[in-house]
């Protein structure tokens, strides 16, 4: 499927089911960094914790981050991020890095409903301008050079481009 894309690709972003089902985790173990999103409901931080758990104990995998999603406020992301990276380190002598929180928004469901992102059908919502801000703090991360993830799945697009 991304033999496809015609246009240069600059980021990819590849958005995965939750839980550590095999094309998850081969998903993961092909990309440069990891993004987790959770949500503060104690099935989404067990998944999310289950998948840090196996990609670092069983695929030596670095380079995850976490978005806390649909919270409050900014301070309870904060917070959840503070309770999982904590754990991550405690049981899993993992360090987890933060990215920016996207608050709860009834916007976002509206936006569902018309086929549009959230950024298109609403510009000026909470969490439009969250976005924003999670997709300037992604390309502001820093160039990987030597990273876990296995780019080789990507390779015939890189060899290959159109």
Partial sequence: ???SLREPVD????????GI?????????????????????????ADAYGLIKVMTTEQGLDEIYLIPNMVTTHAAGQQLFGRIAQVCDRFLDQIVH????????????????HYQSVVQHA????????????AQAVTALPPIHNASGRIQFFME???HPT
């Avoid at 998850?24 to 931080?45: G, H, K, N, T, Y």
């Avoid at 990215?99 to 409903?113: A, C, F, G, R, W």
Wanted: hydrophobic share 50%; glycine share 2%; aromatic share 8%.
């Fill in 21 to 45: 089902a095999p094309a998850v985790l081969e998903f993961m173990a092909a990309c440069q960094r990891r993004f987790v999103v959770v949500c503060d409901q104690p099935a989404s931080i």
């Fill in 123 to 134: 510009p000026g919502s909470a969490a439009a301008r969250d976005f924003r801000r999670l």
């Fill in 98 to 113: 933060p990215l920016p929180t996207i608050v709860s928004d009834e916007l976002v469901p509206d936006s569902q409903k």
């Fill in 11 to 18: 980021y990819l972003v590849v958005d995965v089911a939750a």
């Fill in 1 to 3: 499927a991304f033999d």
């Fill in 157 to 159: 697009r890189m060899l």
